[in-house]
């Protein structure tokens, strides 16, 4: 595991848990998992994306721990979570449903958020009785079901197969990251977040990223590289929210838009002008309002679902774009 340490001062810091606990998947897996704010409090479930950490979702914690339960995990071999030999979506969807069993009372639910491979994770256990035991609302957050490679546009170039190898050969490079310098952040910068960031935002997401080790990096890598969620995407049956930053070169709008137009119970899709992939870091306010939202709608105060009078045959409904 690399030495980097989260930043140390400001809204990104990771805020301290209430509790931590270790949950077993299978295969074995270990999942380092932290609970955040009152036991009584309605629930909120985090997954983050590829090379993060529950790091990740700092200002969304400190915001909603006030009022909400908030529970975050590292994925297999990402933060402090052991590595896996496993690497697989149905090892992602395994391991949200050994969080949710361990974390959640029997029935209880929750809003439950995926940034990225995080929102990959969703929806490869769409179909899971876990997932549909637990899950009052879903937001997904700058993600996508399958192309991802080829619809990336972190090489700029024309889109083709030479861009397609180019970027499989970048996002799947097995080289370190090494140490967080001035052109590191350059360089992530670009990949991963919008024009306008913060030099914050930055310091924060580099050494999120820099800490995850580089061969989980890489096999992770070949997984969603290969991301075929299409079908899974339609077993998405509880309500869900779509967030997207029209500046995110790793999973562009059009991504967004196909989950928008799939999804049985769209509730909105929010594009959000000149933000990039790291949409929680960089709108933490649009993003943890999204939650609130979602939680005020689907989920009553001691965890139960509430009744919105929609089904699953009504028409999808795309909010305005922000």
Same mark, same amino acid.
């Given at each position: 595991m690399s030495r980097l340490t989260p930043v140390a001062s400001g809204p990104y810091t990771p805020p301290v848990p209430a509790r931590e606990l270790t949950v077993r998947s299978t295969g074995g897996a270990r999942l380092h998992v932290e609970v955040h704010g009152p036991e009584d409090a309605p629930a909120v479930v985090l997954s983050h994306g590829w090379t993060c950490s529950t790091a990740f979702w700092a200002a969304q914690i400190r915001d909603l721990a006030g009022d909400h339960r908030v529970i975050a995990y590292d994925q297999r071999g990402h933060g402090r979570s052991p590595a896996s030999e496993t690497c697989a979506t149905d090892a992602l969807a395994d391991d949200l449903e050994a969080v949710l069993a361990a974390t959640l009372a029997p029935g209880e639910k929750a809003v439950l958020v995926g940034? !990225?491979?995080?929102?990959? %994770?969703?929806?490869?256990? !769409?179909? #899971? =009785?876990?997932?549909?035991?637990?899950?009052?609302?879903? &937001?997904?957050? +700058?993600?996508? !079901? !399958?192309?991802? *490679?080829?619809? +990336? &546009?972190?090489? =700029?170039? #024309?889109?083709? @197969?030479? @861009?397609? @190898?180019?970027? %499989? +050969? *970048? &996002?799947?490079? #097995?080289?370190?990251?090494? =140490? *967080? %310098?001035p052109l590191a952040r350059r360089i992530l910068k670009y990949g991963t977040m919008g024009p306008g960031s913060s030099p914050a935002m930055v310091e924060a997401c580099a050494r999120i990223v820099h800490a995850c080790p580089r061969k989980v990096r890489h096999a992770w890598s070949h997984v969603l590289n290969s991301l075929d969620l299409d079908d899974a995407v339609r077993e998405l049956r509880v309500p869900t929210a779509v967030v997207v930053g029209t500046a995110d070169r790793l999973t562009p709008p059009v991504h967004a838009r196909a989950l928008a137009a799939a999804l049985p119970r769209c509730t909105g899709l929010t594009e959000l002008p000149g933000v990039g992939h790291m949409t929680p870091v960089e709108a933490p306010e649009r993003v943890t309002s999204r939650i609130r939202e979602l939680v005020t709608a689907h989920v009553g105060v001691a965890g139960r679902a509430e009744e919105t009078g929609r089904t699953g045959d009504e028409p999808t409904e795309i909010k305005e774009r922000a």
């Open positions: 940034h !990225s491979m995080g929102g990959m %994770t969703l929806m490869a256990a !769409s179909a #899971r =009785p876990g997932l549909r035991e637990h899950a009052a609302a879903v &937001l997904l957050c +700058s993600t996508g !079901s !399958s192309n991802l *490679v080829a619809e +990336s &546009l972190v090489v =700029p170039m #024309r889109a083709g @197969r030479l @861009r397609t @190898r180019i970027t %499989t +050969s *970048v &996002l799947g490079s #097995r080289a370190p990251l090494g =140490p *967080v %310098t």
